[in-house]
């Protein structure tokens, strides 16, 4: 990797939406559980907020025309969804855990204006963003987890742990 550069939340908007997540969950006002759902949601959103420890890692490929972005919200909240689960509670895991990639989602969003910034820093723009494959991106993550201590690991299937981690890949043209 050229240059790596590690983020958290600090000083970025980020514009988490209940009704996206429960959206998400497929939860919708016309059907039947909306309003407990909806309930659920309000009165977790500080919970989740708590637990989240978002980091992302940014870096392009030594040939500056791939940017490369890692974002991870932490262990803590792949905890809580567990404890749902042990408790019995399966509903209530499946939109915290809804929940929690949508404020997931967010924080990527929130991060564009610095991926803009660092493209721009070695003279490119993005055009187009993509999940990579497994057999690029698996080489990738492991590097960066060499290089930053960054807290997301990959095995050889491509699954990443913890569970609410997400990798981006732009294209920089010249």
């Known amino acids: 990797m050229k240059e790596i550069r590690i983020m958290n939340d600090k000083n970025l908007n980020i514009k988490f939406d209940i009704q996206h997540a429960l959206l998400y969950a497929g939860y919708k006002p016309e059907l039947p559980g909306f309003e ?7 009165e977790n959103t500080d919970l989740l907020k708590r637990l989240v420890q978002p980091r992302a890692v940014l870096g392009a490929t030594d040939q500056e025309d791939t ?87 990959i095995n050889d299937a491509g699954v990443m742990t913890p569970a609410k981690s997400l990798i981006s890949k732009f294209s920089l043209p010249e």
């Open 36 to 42: 407990k759902a909806n309930a659920f949601a309000t």
């Open 67 to 153: 940017l490369f972005l890692f974002t991870t919200l932490g262990q803590a909240v792949e905890r809580q969804i567990s404890r749902f689960h042990e408790d019995g509670e399966d509903l209530e895991a499946a939109l915290f855990s809804a929940m929690s990639d949508s404020y997931l989602f967010a924080f990527a969003e929130a991060l564009r204006p610095e991926l803009i910034s660092y493209a721009q820093s070695f003279g490119r723009g993005i055009t187009s963003c993509e999940a990579p494959d497994a057999s690029e991106y698996i080489p990738v993550v492991r590097e960066f987890i060499e290089n930053t201590g960054l807290k997301i690991s």
